[in-house]
């Protein structure tokens, strides 16, 4: 039987500490299911812990199961869950490893007869997104079991506050196969996972709906600023201030930047020639592109750890502990910011140092207003709650007219000019007649 028993433990590892030939003894053992959560390609990992409850289901549940006599069998008895079992919290941190594909992994590492390799079992898992990936330890330290059978336990996960992740409400069951052998030493061989209030058969095959853990999913948005410069007089390669204040977030979250198309161009280090120089009628370079403000976030390029998805790689703000973000960014005209993974609910302000520009903006490609500031030159939008992924698009427009005059005062030199050329022209052209006629009358009169 501890053959068929082990072919039914495809998705966890029993990992036996001892026990003793009293059937009454406590076995120590533990074992694990996973917890996924899945988001967006350029979001990063947050901080984010996740409990769950380990009970003994109904006596309703219980009811539901199918007698093994009405099954011919081929069904195992099921009995309900005995002792307090723990499962321990699982905790995701900013900067934890994703994956873009389902990772397969070895189950039962301790067993001796039976080995499998089994996809991790992520639910919305597509090309546009990625997920992390922590375990669970449920203990059964503290549990006596008196007889061998398959015991089930309910595994609940408990509500969670932490923003932007859903719950997965779903209960899974864990069926615990104890053994007695020849001397009545009693073991735990194995263990089934799986999502479904059901029977198991008695071979051990087929493990009804087999499950290997909990998926969340953690939902984020995105914000995007772009920038625009038209007029004749607009200069397409000035670099503009904005100044950026993000609140409302988890604290220490960290926040990939790319450009509005998901690409990573950007460093922590780069620079732009922002400051204009009288002396030389140039824009000095060595203006940081990005300054975070004291306090209020950092930046850092981010590298991906060996072997690791180049979706953990980038240039990244990370929050205050208070979930604030503050920053300065540099941008010119075609030029686009998007601050990824964002939580709903998260507010945010721009404001842009227009110069001598006008400046226009919009939200999602409707108009929104902007405060002017004579005094700093500078145009700010009113706090938004981020309600989705959003664009705030910049427009800055500086157009030139000729004065009147300049142009017509050329044109009348230019037709005194011709005039005058035109005047000499027939002058010549008389002159050289009246000689010409002159010479004729002379050879007439010889």
Do not use: C, W
């Not at 002396?279 to 990005?290: A, L, M, S």
């Not at 953990?312 to 973000?325: F, I, V």
């Amino acid at each position: 039987m501890a053959g068929a028993i082990m072919n039914a433990v495809p998705a966890f590892a029993a990992n036996n500490t001892g026990a003793t030939a009293d059937p009454s003894a406590t076995v120590t053992t533990k074992t694990t299911f996973d917890k996924y959560l899945v988001m967006k390609k350029n979001a990063n990992v947050p901080n984010a812990t996740f409990s769950y409850t380990v009970s003994i289901p109904t006596d309703d549940e219980m009811k539901s199961l199918p007698n093994p006599e009405d099954t011919n069998g081929t069904n195992l008895t099921i009995r309900k869950g005995i002792g307090s079992p723990t499962a321990s919290s699982t905790t995701f941190e900013a900067g934890d490893q994703t994956f873009d594909s389902a990772q397969t992994v070895r189950t039962n590492t301790d067993s001796k007869t039976y080995d499998e390799k089994t996809a991790d079992q992520v639910i919305g898992l597509d090309k546009d997104h990625k997920y992390a990936k922590q375990t669970s330890t449920v203990d059964f330290s503290k549990v006596t079991f008196s007889e061998p059978g398959v015991y089930r336990y309910k595994i609940t996960e408990n509500d969670t506050s932490e923003k932007g992740i859903t719950k997965d409400s779903t209960a899974r069951y864990l069926d615990v196969y104890v053994e007695s052998d020849d001397n009545g030493k009693l073991s735990i061989q194995g263990y089934v996972f799986h999502t479904a209030n059901k029977a198991q058969k008695k071979d051990g095959t087929n493990p009804e709906e087999k499950n290997k853990g909990f998926t969340n999913t953690y939902t984020t948005q995105d914000l995007t600023l772009t920038k625009t410069v038209t007029g004749n007089q607009g200069f397409r390669d000035q670099y503009f201030k904005f100044h950026v204040d993000i609140t409302d977030l988890d604290g220490g979250a960290r926040l990939f930047l790319t450009d509005k198309d998901g690409h990573k161009p950007y460093k922590s280090t780069d620079t732009v020639a922002y400051a204009y120089n009288a002396g030389t009628g140039k824009r000095d370079g060595g203006q940081k592109r990005f300054v975070a403000t004291e306090g209020k976030g950092s930046f850092a390029d981010v590298s991906a750890p060996a072997g690791a998805d180049a979706d953990m790689s980038g240039l990244a703000l990370t929050a205050n502990d208070s979930g604030n973000a503050s920053f300065d960014v540099y941008l010119k005209h075609g030029e686009s910011l998007k601050v990824n993974g964002l939580t709903e609910g998260a507010k945010y302000t721009v404001t842009e140092t227009s110069e001598d520009y006008s400046a226009s903006a919009t939200k999602n490609a409707q108009a929104i207003d902007l405060t002017h500031s004579k005094d700093d030159h500078t145009d700010a939008i009113a706090t938004q709650t981020l309600a989705g992924d959003e664009t705030i698009a910049y427009t800055n427009d500086r157009e030139g007219v000729l004065p009147t005059g300049i142009y017509h005062n050329n044109r009348a030199a230019f037709n005194i000019m011709g005039i005058a050329a035109a005047g000499g022209a027939i002058a010549i052209v008389i002159r050289k007649r009246r000689k010409n006629v002159e010479q004729a009358l002379k050879n007439s009169n010889k």
